[in-house]
C-alpha cells in the first residue's frame, strides 16, 4: 500500500504542452468508478471492501465498489491512517481513533493532539505534541499501556523504538521499558536503523566525524572519515552505503559491511550529488541506485530542483553511469525507469543504455512570480507492479504506462484538474479539486 498522510495542493495558472503518447495501447478500459466530494481529505487508506478517508472533521468508511457511506464519525482533524487485521487507526489534531474494521463502529477515541501514530506488535505507539510525551496505547480498549514523559519515541519495528536525549535508549514498544542505552555525546545524529542496531555519526574533535553501529546498547565497530561534516546513509543487503561530504572535497559514497564496519569500497560521485542530500535507493543485481530528492519549486519564484541519479558496481564501486535530472520511479527486473520534471519518463538498461523513451500528453508549467519563466508543476506518479501511473498536477489527465516496454496502457481525463494520485492496496485514486476519484479498469 502507498498512503500519502497529509496531501498537498496547488494552484497553478497552467500551460499545457503536448507530447507522448496520445491513444491507449492495451485492453484495459480505465473509468471513474465513483467520486466523493470532500475538500478536506487529509488520509486514505482500505482494504478488499472498503476505501477509508480522514478529513479535518471526520473519517468516512466508503464501499470500495461503489463510493456508498457505509459509515461515518465526526471525530475533528485526523492527518493519519494506519491499520492492522481489526481496526482502523486515525491520529492528529481530533485526537486518536479506533475504528472497528468488520462494522464500522467506534471502538475509543482520545482526545489529545497527536502528530504521529505506529502500529507496533501490540500497542499504539503516539506521540502527544502539546505534552511532549509519547503514549503506548491498548489498541482493542485505548487503555493507556505506558507513557514516556521525556519527549518522542522514535518506533522503526513492531517491537523497538529509539529514544534521543543525552543518550540514546533502545525501548521495547509493547510495554515501553528501557531495554539498552548508549551514550554517544553531543552532535551525534541516528544515520540509519536495520536490525534493531542504529548507526550513529558521532562528532569528533580530533578526527571529524566517524560512524558506529550499536547492538543492544554496545558499540560493535566505528568507521572514521576524517574532515567529514555530514552523512547520509541507508542499509541495503547487509551493507551501509554512506555519502560523506568534507568542506573542500566532492561528495563520496562509501560501501562498509553491516557486521564488520570493513570499508569495502570508496568512489567519487559527480559534482551534481554536492547541492543535496543522497539516498541509497534500492539494490539492482550487481548494482546499488543512489539519487538526491525531488524538491519541488513552489511556483513563486524558485525552480523545481530535479534529482541525480547514479549506478554503482556493488563489488567494485565503479560509477557506471550518472543521469542528470530524473529521479527513479520504479524498478523491474530489466530496467530502471527515471522521470525528468517535464514528464518524460526513459527505460534504462543495467549499462546505461536507453529501452524507451516517452512522456505524458499532457504537462503543466506555471509563471513564475518573482522571475520571468516558467516552471514544471510537481509530477505525481504511482509505482505499480510492471507498471506506473503518472500525472502532472494540475493537468485532468492520468495516464498508466508498461514499465518494461514504455507503452502507454491507458489514458484518462477526469472532469477536474488533479492535485493529487494515491494507491491503495492496488487501486487509484485521484484527488482533484475537492474530490477523491476512484479509477478502476475493466
Keep these: 500500500m502507498r498512503r500519502r498522510d497529509i496531501l498537498e495542493t496547488i494552484g497553478v495558472s497552467a500551460v499545457a504542452t503536448g507530447a507522448g503518447c496520445m491513444g491507449s495501447t492495451s485492453s484495459e478500459s ?150 539498552w542505552r548508549f551514550r554517544a555525546g553531543q552532535g551525534s545524529l541516528v544515520e540509519a536503523v536495520a536490525d534493531e542496531n542504529i548507526v550513529l555519526s558521532i562528532p569528533d574533535d580530533s578526527s571529524g566525524e566517524f560512524l558506529a553501529l550499536v547492538d543492544g546498547g554496545t558499540e560493535q565497530w566505528r568507521f572514521e572519515a576524517p574532515a567529514v561534516r555530514s552523512w547520509d546513509c541507508g542499509v541495503i543487503d547487509g551493507t551501509v552505503y554512506a555519502a560523506t561530504k568534507t568542506e573542500t572535497e566532492p561528495r563520496r559514497l562509501h560501501a562498509i559491511d553491516f557486521e564488520s564496519g570493513r570499508e569495502r569500497w570508496s568512489t567519487e560521485l559527480d559534482s551534481e550529488f554536492d547541492i543535496s542530500e543522497v539516498e541509497p535507493v534500492a539494490a539492482v543485481d550487481e548494482a546499488v541506485l543512489v539519487s538526491t530528492p525531488w524538491t519541488t519549486g513552489n511556483l513563486t519564484g524558485w525552480k523545481q530542483r530535479l534529482p541525480t541519479t547514479a549506478w554503482i558496481d556493488r563489488s567494485t564501486g565503479t560509477v557506471d553511469w550518472t543521469e542528470s535530472g530524473r529521479g527513479v520511479v520504479t524498478t523491474t527486473s530489466e530496467l530502471i525507469v527515471l522521470a525528468h520534471g517535464d514528464g518524460t519518463f526513459v527505460g534504462r538498461r543495467p549499462d546505461g543504455t536507453v529501452a524507451w523513451e516517452d512522456g505524458l500528453s499532457v504537462t503543466v508549467q506555471s509563471k513564475s512570480h518573482s522571475a520571468d519563466e516558467f516552471v514544471y508543476a510537481p509530477l505525481e506518479v504511482l509505482a505499480l507492479e510492471d507498471a506506473f501511473v503518472a500525472a502532472s498536477a494540475g493537468s485532468n489527465r492520468v495516464e498508466k504506462w508498461d514499465s518494461n516496454t514504455g507503452t502507454q496502457r491507458w489514458a484518462l481525463s477526469l472532469e477536474a484538474a488533479i492535485d493529487t494520485l494515491l494507491e491503495v492496496d492496488g487501486d487509484v485514486y485521484a484527488l482533484a479539486e475537492g474530490a477523491i476519484a476512484a479509477i478502476r479498469t475493466d
Excluded: M
Excluded at 35 to 46: F, L, M, N
Excluded at 72 to 98: K, M, N, Q
Excluded at 147 to 172: K, L
Excluded at 173 to 179: S, Y
Design 30 to 179: 480505465p473509468s471513474v468508478a465513483w467520486r466523493y466530494d470532500a475538500p478536506d481529505i487529509q488520509a486514505i487508506d482500505g482494504d478488499e471492501t472498503q476505501t477509508v478517508i480522514a478529513t479535518e472533521r471526520e473519517i468516512v468508511g466508503l464501499d470500495r465498489a461503489n463510493g456508498e457511506v457505509a459509515w461515518r464519525h465526526r471525530v475533528g482533524s485526523i492527518t493519519g491512517l494506519e491499520r492492522d487485521e481489526s481496526g482502523y487507526y486515525g491520529h492528529g489534531d481530533g485526537g486518536v481513533v479506533a475504528i472497528d474494521r468488520s462494522s464500522g463502529a467506534k471502538r475509543w477515541q482520545v482526545d489529545e493532539r497527536y502528530t504521529s501514530l505506529h502500529r507496533a506488535e501490540s500497542a499504539l505507539v503516539c506521540y502527544d505534541f502539546d505534552d511532549r510525551k509519547t503514549v503506548g496505547f491498548d489498541p482493542e480498549t485505548g487503555d493507556r499501556l505506558w507513557t514516556w514523559d521525556g519527549g518522542a519515541v522514535d518506533a522503526y519495528t513492531a517491537t523497538f523504538g529509539i529514544v534521543t536525549d543525552e543518550e540514546y535508549r533502545g525501548v521495547d514498544l509493547n510495554d515501553g521499558t528501557t531495554e
